[in-house]
C-alpha cells in the first residue's frame, strides 16, 4: 500500500486557500496553470484526457500515480498560493 499522506495534506490546504481565494484569483490560477500544460503540450505533445480522467477514478494509486497526484497537487497549491499572495507578494 502506497502513502497518500502528502497528497492528502496538499489536498488539504488547497482546500483551505480555495476557501480564502476570490473568483478572480481562482480564474488566475486556472489561466496560469492552463499555460503551463500548453507549454508542456507543445514540448512533449498532448496528455490524453482519458488517461487524466481514469486516474481520478482509482481506487488505489500505485506509487507512480500517487507521485504525479501529489506534484500536481503541490503546482495547485504552489499556483494558488502565488496568485493569492500567500507565499508572498502576489506575482501574476
Known amino acids: ?18 476557501e480564502k481565494a476570490t473568483k478572480e484569483q481562482l480564474a488566475e490560477c486556472a489561466r496560469v496553470l492552463a499555460l503551463n500544460l500548453a507549454h508542456y503540450q507543445a514540448i512533449h505533445g498532448e496528455i490524453p484526457l482519458e488517461n487524466v ?14 507521485k504525479l497526484l501529489t506534484d500536481g497537487m503541490q503546482n495547485f497549491v504552489g499556483m494558488l498560493g502565488n496568485v493569492c499572495g500567500v507565499l508572498g507578494e502576489a506575482r501574476h
Not at 53 to 64: G, R, S, W
Open 1 to 18: 500500500m502506497v502513502d497518500l499522506s502528502t497528497f492528502e495534506q496538499y489536498y488539504k490546504l488547497a482546500d483551505m486557500l480555495i
Open 53 to 66: 480522467l481514469a486516474m481520478l477514478d482509482m481506487a488505489e494509486p500505485n506509487e507512480a500515480q500517487v
